[in-house]
């Protein structure tokens, strides 16, 4: 965001070092060049300082760009040829007043009518352009008479035409979307308009844009069929069209009295305008004494457009430090009614909401005090988001294990819930009992808490069978749903040519009738089933009557045998979200079609709304996310089960070695973006190192198979039981030391010493150098070496530096286990026959000794073994049994060293 005033001392400091340059005695070559440097750079800060204050420029007037003589030329000729089109125009706007003079006189007397009845009507509410009180304008309307001249500084403005707001040529404002300026102060924003919004529960359907070039904030008008979307500029003015097209009764159709004291509050409200903020909140302190000396609201018992209209009026004191300031003056004066409204405006969740929503264009976190925690690298704001009353819900089917994929939506709802000091749901979807168990549902229980995620509550779509039933019947009754028995494969067909079903006007008698029959599980209503009915035409085939309802007689494994007819996700859904409180409906990319038609039931219902936030899938390369295709490798025993490291599901990858925190920073990475990518394993695993190395103890392990012994002839002896102490990490002194045990008697690795030649000095990591003295070949190979250590050897001269065990005989046997992907195709196509792609290849294990040390590791510890990697323990040393250990990619196709596994590092 460019800070204008900063702006403007840079601009003044560059004219003035441009006069000082001019004022030199010699004009040298150097001089001159320097003088041009610097006008084109105050040129530029100018133009820059323009277009971020709505096009006015440094001196207050509108920002024009230096010309050349060629380009003013241009644009004369330019002017010359468009005159004649101006002067028709000007005669066209001169007449057009005249035909609309009558049609505004009378409307205006009518509404004088109507205010004067109102004024009488409410027993003091200001009439319009009065100052509201028990009939007493306040004083500053005293003291100008009826009609309130503005200021005289005021009084210069010019009108602002309703702006084009063009992008890239011919990009403009869409209907209902709205473009505010982000440097506007709060009370320059359509704070107004954006409260009803919320109050009518539409502010869902706006679509909130930043632009620094838009003079006034500007709403785009829902067109008629061919017409260009209209262009709604001022905060009232938004407010009463969005009023007006919204369905709830309470704000859109009131009583013509209550409606003429709405519009007289709110025509005193606009009439504080020109004012300064003292001199307007001192009006209404007066006014709101009389007004409200009895009542809480403008208007009836309830909070209306009035109340919203004035409290924008007081320069929409929500936040804490605003709120701070006004409630000081309104205590100074003792406007005690003026006060206690004013507190109650301020922390209503409609106002809350709505400034969050108009400051939030600017990335601002903190609305009526709450100050909230910046957001985590990657993500972004949660639209509408109000702290404290944010509600998320993650509904997962129980009809299989949580995969990465889930484990990125149940994070990124997890997150926003505490983040805006909220609650997270977690709804078990279980609206389909022929693929729910109670297994799936007990395992998406324990997997939550593999990732940290402790719900506020859980729920299940099951507890609301009985209202969703409620609400289909309702849908049948209005007209709005009814039964079908056409075959499925030729409803799919119809849908897909727009073809209506032949019972689309089933009499409403008729559909609940059927309706009953399949819910009561008879075999003759196994053919029916509820289809919403919306627009066969739709362009959005999900607005194609989709089904609602269908008969199943498979026991449900919560609810029995009680229901025999179960409702579609898609009715559910919506519904329970409404009902359960959520605030934000995180969904993936791939329901963008559905959201309409989920906007649609919560509307024909008349369900509190729901605000929808869209983000993309996770998807990885070489890597099966479909529950019906990873089912299948469990039944043909490729793997041993949901939990086997290979799979994607959430106790696959923990047993993989996931470390929690990368798994969150690399979810977080992408934040709620709706761009659908195919990740690359390599890049998570790279961020998973960078975690698992901090806390990674280091050992060492010599391949169990092919390895060298080397004769140290000065090391200690082997009975002497002899030891170093050495650091569990070399950058954490808090993971402690062990001993390791140094003797003559040592055993290296065989790929290690190929080419190792005498007189050679090699580096045994934490122990120190040996000069090798004699090399034995056995098969042309090394079959042993002697050496000499080097108290004081040089580290950093020694090429090789080597892992190395004693040769005990009680070194522990450690199997080390790594894994490829199931599948050898990157991207699996939908029309791709995955069984065809399946890896042949996907496991191996290799057998080391490792160091002693090794025995006294955890089950799920993470360890590092040096120049081999990174490894989870899957099963610890114990009665003699061998350590299991799981090696965790790194991101790198190769390891540390020439210790290579038989498996890439996938």
Not at 38 to 64: R, S
Not at 172 to 193: S, T
Not at 289 to 311: C, I, M, P, R, W
Not at 471 to 476: C, D, E, K, P, R
């Amino acid at each position: 965001m460019v800070d204008l005033n900063s702006l403007k001392d840079e601009i003044s400091s560059i004219g003035n070092k441009i006069k000082e340059l001019k004022n030199m005695a010699v004009k040298e070559l150097t001089v001159t060049d320097e003088i041009g440097k610097n006008v084109q750079d105050l040129l530029a800060k100018k133009q820059l300082y323009a277009e971020h204050n709505n096009g006015i420029g440094i001196d207050g007037k509108p920002f024009a760009k230096n010309m050349t003589k060629a380009e003013k030329k241009k644009q004369a000729q330019a002017q010359k040829q468009q005159q004649p089109n101006q002067q028709q125009q000007n005669q066209e706007q001169s007449q057009a007043p005249k035909a609309e003079n009558a049609s505004k006189k009378a409307a205006k007397k009518a509404e004088k009518a109507a205010k004067k009845a109102a004024y009488k009507a409410g027993g003091g509410a200001p009439a319009a352009g009065s100052g509201g009180g028990g009939g007493a304008p306040p004083p500053q309307q005293q003291q100008q008479g009826k009609k309130q001249q503005p200021p005289p500084q005021l009084a210069q403005k010019k009108a602002v035409p309703p702006p084009t707001m063009k992008r890239g040529g011919g990009f403009q404002v869409k209907p209902l979307q709205m473009v505010i300026n982000p440097n506007a102060p709060i009370e320059d924003r359509p704070v107004v308009a954006l409260a009803m919004a919320v109050l009518t529960n539409t502010d869902i359907d706006l679509e909130l844009t930043s632009d620094h070039r838009i003079a006034q904030a500007t709403l785009g008008g829902e067109a008629e069929a061919g017409d260009e979307t209209p262009q709604i500029v001022g905060d009232l003015s938004m407010a009463r069209y969005l009023v007006a097209r919204s369905d709830k009764n309470e704000f859109a159709s009131v009583s013509n009295s209550q409606q003429a004291l709405q519009n007289a509050w709110i025509d005193y409200a606009s009439s504080l305008k020109p004012l300064s903020k003292e001199q307007a909140l001192k009006g209404i302190g007066m006014t709101l004494g009389h007004a409200l000396f009895t009542k809480t609201y403008l208007v009836g018992e309830s909070l209306t457009f009035a109340d919203v209209a004035l409290f924008g009026a007081m320069a929409w004191p929500s936040q804490s430090s605003d709120l701070a300031a006004v409630t000081a003056a309104l205590q100074a004066n003792d406007y005690t009614a003026a006060l206690r409204w004013t507190t109650m405006m301020a922390s209503h969740p409609a106002i809350r909401k709505a400034t969050q929503l108009a400051m939030g264009v600017n990335g601002t976190t903190e609305v009526g005090g709450d100050l909230l925690e910046p957001l985590v690298s990657g993500m972004n704001l949660l639209e509408g988001a109000v702290p404290g009353n944010v509600v998320t819900r993650f509904p997962p089917e129980p009809s299989g294990y949580l995969h990465i994929g889930h484990a990125k939506a149940v994070l990124l709802n997890d997150y926003y819930a505490r983040r805006y000091k909220g609650r997270l749901i977690v709804r078990f979807d279980d609206t389909n009992p022929s693929k729910e168990k109670e297994e799936y549902q007990q395992s998406i229980v324990e997997d939550l808490k593999l990732l940290g995620v402790d719900p506020d509550v859980v729920t299940y779509t099951s507890d609301y069978f009985k209202a969703i039933f409620g609400y289909a019947l309702s849908m049948i009754e209005n007209g709005t749903a009814y039964m079908d028995d056409t075959p499925q494969e030729q409803m799919k067909l119809e849908r897909a040519d727009r073809v209506e079903s032949k019972h689309r006007n089933m009499p409403p008698e008729e559909a609940k009738e059927k309706f009953l029959m399949m819910n009561s599980g008879k075999e003759e209503g196994a053919a029916w089933c509820l289809r919403a009915k919306i627009d066969m035409n739709s362009d959005n085939g999900t607005l194609r009557d989709p089904v609602l309802f269908r008969q199943n007689l498979e026991p449900h494994h919560r609810s029995g045998t009680t229901y025999k007819a179960y409702p579609t996700y898609d009715l559910a859904c919506p519904i329970v979200d409404s009902l359960e409180g959520v605030t934000h409906a995180l969904r993936t990319t791939e329901y963008n079609d559905r959201d309409e038609q989920y906007q649609w039931i919560q509307t024909t219902l008349g369900l509190r709304r729901v605000r929808i936030h869209s983000f993309s899938r996770v998807n990885f390369m070489y890597t099966v996310l479909s529950k019906r295709k990873l089912a299948w490798f469990v039944e043909q025993g490729l793997v041993e089960g949901w939990g086997d490291a290979r799979f994607p599901t959430v106790r696959g990858v923990v047993r993989r070695g996931v470390n929690l925190d990368a798994l969150k920073t690399f979810i977080y990475s992408q934040g709620a973006s709706r761009r659908v990518v195919n990740m690359d394993w390599s890049k998570f695993w790279a961020e998973n190192k960078k975690e698992i190395d901090k806390q990674a103890k280091r050992f060492m392990a010599i391949d169990a198979n092919t390895n060298v012994p080397l004769k140290v002839t000065n090391g200690p002896a082997i009975d002497s039981n002899s030891y170093l102490s050495t650091a569990n990490h070399p950058k954490d002194p808090s993971l402690g030391s062990r001993a390791l045990r140094i003797g003559q008697d040592v055993i290296l690795e065989t790929v290690d010493v190929e080419g190792i030649q005498e007189g050679e000095e090699i580096v045994l990591l934490r122990w120190g150098v040996v000069k090798i003295t004699k090399v034995t070949q056995a098969n042309g190979n090394v079959g042993s070496l002697e050496g000499e250590f080097i108290p004081d050897g040089d580290y950093k001269t020694a090429k090789r530096k080597l892992s190395w065990m004693i040769q005990t005989g009680s070194n522990p046997i450690v199997e080390l286990t790594e894994f490829d992907h199931l599948v050898t195709k990157d991207k699996l196509e939908e029309e791709d026959n995955f069984a065809d792609y399946v890896n042949p290849t996907t496991l191996a294990t290799t057998q080391v000794m490792g160091d002693a040390g090794l025995k006294t590791l955890q089950e799920h510890e993470i360890i590092q073994l040096e120049r081999r990697g990174f490894f989870r323990v899957d099963r610890p040393y114990r009665d003699g049994k061998p350590l299991i250990l799981y090696m965790i990619p790194d991101g790198k196709t190769k390891s540390m060293s020439g210790m290579t596994g038989k498996l890439a590092h996938h």
